[in-house]
């Protein structure tokens, strides 16, 4: 099974990936976490210039970068682990790039669902977990660390990322959106009652 987290910078995705890779094993699943962009050898490399503050970098060539990372990671780690029987949780995956190149970007969120669809070769999540936040928390969250070039964007760049994951979720049917600002506790029981039926 196929899981993505997705949502702003600072909504606490990582946090609950991290609790469900916990609570997976534990019931003796067999379960794997990557992140996006990254988690292979050229998805790190290709990381390192997406997030670099120095460099700069036309959205096109942006969004390729991204879709390249992806389709890299869809062949090497999350086809294989899916074909062994493995839960595959990503932090971040396609909807990302509808979301922040799509929507904040304006590349246009039809075009880049079908880059996406070419990139994955049609491997999509069977959830995505949305966890919202209104942009002043994510501002609020983000502005204690060292800020990359995404999060770097400001508010009217975040609220047009919100509105696209929104957008999302009103047309999607594997689309889960949860409110970010109940407890990590909250959120993550409301996580694990529409993971059950799959355990
Ligand atoms: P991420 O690693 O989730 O950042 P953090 O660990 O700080 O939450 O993602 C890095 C940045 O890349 C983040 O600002 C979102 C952005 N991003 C896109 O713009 N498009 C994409 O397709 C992906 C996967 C991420």
């Given at each position: 099974?196929?899981?993505?987290?997705?949502?702003?910078?600072?909504?606490?995705?990582?946090?609950?990936?991290?609790?469900?890779?916990?609570?997976?094993?534990?019931?003796?699943?067999?379960?794997?976490?990557?992140?996006?962009?990254?988690?292979t050898e050229i998805g790190e490399k290709i990381r390192a210039i997406l997030l670099d503050r120095n460099l700069n970098i036309n959205e096109r060539t942006e969004l390729l970068l991204f879709l390249a990372s992806r389709a890299q990671l869809v062949e090497e780690i999350i086809k294989p682990a899916l074909n062994e029987g493995y839960f595959v949780l990503v932090d971040r995956f396609a909807d990302s790039s509808v979301a922040y190149q799509g929507g904040a970007r304006n590349l246009g969120i039809e075009n880049v669902e079908f880059l996406n669809t070419f990139a994955t070769n049609n491997i999509f999540p069977d959830l995505v977990f949305f966890i919202d936040i209104p942009v002043e928390i994510a501002l609020k969250r983000i502005s204690k660390k060292n800020k990359d070039r995404l999060e770097n964007e400001g508010k009217a760049f975040l609220e047009k990322v919100r509105n696209s994951y929104l957008y999302l979720s009103n047309k999607r049917e594997n689309f889960i959106t949860i409110n970010g600002e109940k407890t990590v506790e909250e959120i993550f029981e409301e996580i694990k009652s529409h993971i059950q039926k799959f355990i």
């Open positions: 099974m196929f899981i993505a987290f997705e949502g702003l910078d600072g909504c606490g995705k990582s946090t609950q990936l991290d609790l469900l890779f916990q609570y997976l094993k534990t019931a003796g699943k067999k379960v794997i976490k990557v992140r996006e962009p990254g988690s």
